[in-house]
């Protein structure tokens, strides 16, 4: 089994009305390489006649986002490839590469009628061959993510890339990242291995589960060891979590709001690109 290094609680730090809990970084962990960052909105109630998410027009460079829409809905424009609002259960696979403009905010449904609304949101980074290249949005509803049922229905993955106990995700990772999402009922018990050189995203996004014998709650993102391979997870009660895991680049990782890159002098030259135009344009 793969042992469990330390256990990551999430902070409270909301942004604007919006609840958000920041799973990474945190005081106790920077990143866990490829993985850069974790935000977990909500889950919230909006009234009637809301502002909805409070994400605008912002730029982005040299890394990729993988949302997760849980309850409610997400507007995704940028300055790129167009618009698209998914709902409840789908994704948004975000490749910024080179740059662009977009803005993640409620439609305008959602705004009028209200709503519970659960978002979370990871980075993913892209090496250094990788940072400049073009940028692609994918967004996936639920029906098009496909459902695996195990251990007679009490757990449920949903894979959106790379392969899982024999089953492949939609979406292509151009760095070979394993992403998905896992819902248990309580008693369920999920099995699968995972390659020891391979870092591990595991986040609980709800419930109580036991992965590999210490136990892991709401909130909660564990850190494993690089050592074994089999992963076993018991929920203890209904859970969700986030389950993703891939080859770390080992490369510098300089960070400034928005662009993730590799020296700093490639993140100057992205806020001159941006402060320029040259990220695109994308109006409110």
Same mark, same amino acid.
Request: charged share 20%; net charge negative; aromatic share 8%.
């Given at each position: 089994?793969?042992?469990?290094?330390?256990?990551?609680?999430?902070?409270?730090?909301?942004?604007? @009305?919006?609840?958000?809990?920041?799973?990474? %970084?945190?005081?106790?962990?920077?990143?866990? @390489?490829?993985?850069?960052?974790?935000?977990?909105?909500?889950?919230?109630?909006?009234? %009637?006649?809301?502002?909805?998410?409070?994400?605008?027009?912002?730029?982005?460079?040299?890394?990729?986002?993988?949302?997760?829409?849980?309850?409610?809905?997400?507007? =995704?424009? @940028? +300055?790129?490839?167009?618009? +698209?609002?998914? *709902?409840?259960?789908?994704?948004?696979?975000?490749?910024?590469?080179?740059?662009? &403009? =977009?803005?993640?905010?409620?439609?305008?449904?959602?705004?009028?009628?209200?709503?519970?609304?659960?978002?979370?949101?990871?980075?993913?980074?892209?090496?250094?061959?990788? *940072?400049?290249?073009?940028?692609?949005?994918?967004?996936?509803?639920?029906?098009?993510?496909?459902?695996?049922?195990?251990?007679?229905?009490?757990?449920?993955?949903?894979?959106?890339?790379?392969?899982?106990?024999?089953?492949?995700?939609? &979406?292509?990772?151009?760095?070979?990242?394993?992403?998905?999402?896992?819902?248990? *009922?309580?008693?369920?018990?999920?099995?699968?291995?995972?390659?020891?050189?391979?870092?591990?995203?595991?986040? &609980?996004?709800?419930?109580?589960?036991?992965?590999?014998?210490?136990?892991?709650?709401?909130?909660?993102?564990?850190?494993?060891?690089?050592?074994?391979?089999?992963?076993?997870?018991?929920?203890?009660?209904?859970?969700?979590?986030?389950?993703? =895991?891939?080859?770390?680049?080992?490369? %510098?990782?300089?960070? =400034?709001? %928005?662009?993730?890159?590799?020296?700093?002098?490639?993140?100057?030259?992205?806020?001159?690109?941006?402060?320029?135009? *040259?990220?695109?344009?994308?109006? @409110?």
């Amino acid at each position: 089994m793969r042992k469990i290094k330390q256990l990551h609680q999430a902070v409270f730090d909301p942004i604007a @009305d919006l609840d958000t809990y920041r799973a990474m %970084p945190t005081r106790s962990i920077r990143h866990l @390489d490829p993985f850069l960052f974790l935000n977990h909105h909500g889950p919230q109630q909006y009234g %009637p006649n809301n502002n909805g998410l409070p994400f605008g027009p912002h730029p982005h460079r040299g890394f990729e986002t993988l949302t997760f829409i849980l309850q409610g809905d997400i507007t =995704h424009r @940028d +300055s790129s490839t167009g618009e +698209s609002v998914i *709902k409840a259960g789908g994704i948004q696979w975000m490749t910024a590469g080179s740059g662009l &403009v =977009h803005a993640e905010v409620s439609s305008e449904e959602f705004k009028q009628k209200g709503g519970m609304e659960e978002v979370i949101q990871l980075w993913l980074n892209l090496p250094a061959r990788l *940072k400049m290249t073009e940028p692609n949005y994918i967004g996936l509803q639920k029906d098009a993510i496909p459902s695996v049922s195990l251990d007679e229905g009490k757990v449920t993955v949903r894979l959106i890339s790379g392969e899982i106990n024999g089953q492949k995700g939609p &979406v292509h990772s151009l760095t070979g990242l394993m992403t998905s999402s896992i819902d248990f *009922k309580q008693g369920g018990t999920f099995r699968t291995e995972v390659a020891p050189e391979r870092n591990i995203l595991f986040y &609980v996004v709800n419930g109580e589960v036991e992965v590999n014998q210490t136990i892991a709650k709401t909130h909660t993102l564990v850190e494993f060891f690089n050592e074994g391979n089999s992963l076993e997870i018991k929920a203890l009660e209904d859970s969700t979590l986030i389950l993703a =895991h891939g080859e770390p680049y080992n490369e %510098p990782i300089v960070a =400034h709001g %928005p662009f993730v890159m590799n020296s700093e002098e490639e993140i100057y030259q992205a806020m001159r690109d941006y402060q320029s135009g *040259k990220l695109g344009v994308l109006n @409110d």
